[in-house]
């Protein structure tokens, strides 16, 4: 078996993994404290978990404070995606940031913390241009708020401790995350259980298609587009998710997204045989009301069985053909058809 990179291969540096291993960590033994202030604040986040209900309803409910008083004037300025991100040199800023002395902070000296941040990045061998010199201001003064920030969270964060606490499983979903990057992940927490969660290739390029924000090729969003950076990076992740199954078997499991949508039930099941438990009594109404909900809302779908299919009606053929050849590896290896086969 043999990948290609189409783009930059990029390395997980030492000091990510420990930062990643950290929030994990913080994560999985309820000490929501030790996790960044941007994830406590971020309302996606906060309405994906159940968990966190009573803290987002406690936090929503503070008067008199702005949930984006700290975050308003760096966004706009870091861009919509990832790329725009790091071309703006947004996560070196970011973490130079997180190095101000609490001195600095507390006497919430701009100048002082500026130029700490110059020094830092100065230590890491970057060349302090124009456009990084005007994003030192906004982080500055969104390091110095922070403190503001947690006199007001900290009254809700005890409500999403108790609750995990309370909880007689806990579970964390990583997005988008390399499998070469897992191996580590596995050793720090031996005794978590591990499912690699697919998707078609197909339906992901159409998805990320469908978001008109990201283009990765000027002018065109086109599901083909996708699929070339997309395939590449999914054969690498089969490739490693063999090897770390042989390397810690009954571990890690492969649940497909397509399976899942189809027969939710059975595969939830399934999931739970795996952890040893029984499936919850409320699992079935859960499902009703989330994959066949009788309006589209915010993380809730009509038919989720329909979102399985959808790229065999809106992706073109003569593209779907192409992707047969392009992906061809990855569907082969993750048990999905080629499109030749169904046609």
Request: aromatic letters at 10%.
């Amino acid at each position: 078996m043999h990948y290609l990179c189409f783009y930059f291969c990029r390395v997980t540096g030492n000091e990510e993994k420990i930062q990643l291993q950290e929030f994990l960590s913080a994560m999985l033994e309820c000490r929501f404290s030790h996790i960044p202030l941007e994830t406590l604040t971020h309302d996606y986040f906060l309405q994906q978990s159940s968990g966190f209900t009573d803290y987002f309803d406690c936090y929503n409910s503070t008067r008199g404070f702005t949930k984006q008083t700290c975050f308003e004037d760096v966004y706009p300025l870091c861009g919509k995606t990832a790329e725009d991100s790091v071309n703006r040199s947004c996560p070196l800023l970011s973490r130079a940031a997180k190095s101000l002395t609490s001195t600095v902070i507390q006497n919430t000296d701009i100048e002082s913390a500026s130029k700490q941040i110059k020094m830092a990045l100065v230590s890491e061998g970057i060349t302090i241009t124009e456009k990084i010199q005007e994003l030192i201001k906004p982080f500055v003064e969104r390091e110095l708020c922070f403190p503001k920030v947690w006199k007001v969270i900290r009254q809700c964060l005890g409500l999403a401790v108790n609750r995990c606490r309370s909880s007689p499983m806990r579970v964390l979903e990583i997005n988008r995350m390399k499998m070469e990057d897992m191996d580590f992940v596995i050793q720090a927490f031996p005794n978590v259980h591990y499912f690699y969660y697919t998707r078609d290739p197909r339906g992901i390029s159409l998805s990320r298609a469908m978001e008109s924000y990201r283009r990765v090729e000027v002018n065109d969003t086109r599901a083909i587009t996708e699929a070339r950076y997309l395939c590449p990076r999914m054969l690498r992740d089969v490739v490693e998710f063999r090897h770390l199954k042989r390397k810690y078997p009954g571990l890690i499991h492969h649940v497909r997204y397509e399976d899942f949508v189809t027969n939710p039930i059975m595969k939830s099941v399934e999931v739970y045989d795996h952890l040893g438990r029984n499936a919850p009594a409320n699992w079935a109404s859960f499902v009703a009301k989330n994959m066949h909900a009788k309006e589209k809302r915010k993380y809730q779908v009509i038919d989720a069985k329909e979102t399985a299919t959808n790229w065999m009606r809106d992706i073109p053929k003569v593209d779907l053909r192409e992707m047969d050849h392009m992906c061809g590896e990855v569907l082969d290896s993750l048990g999905y058809p080629r499109y030749s086969s169904i046609n």
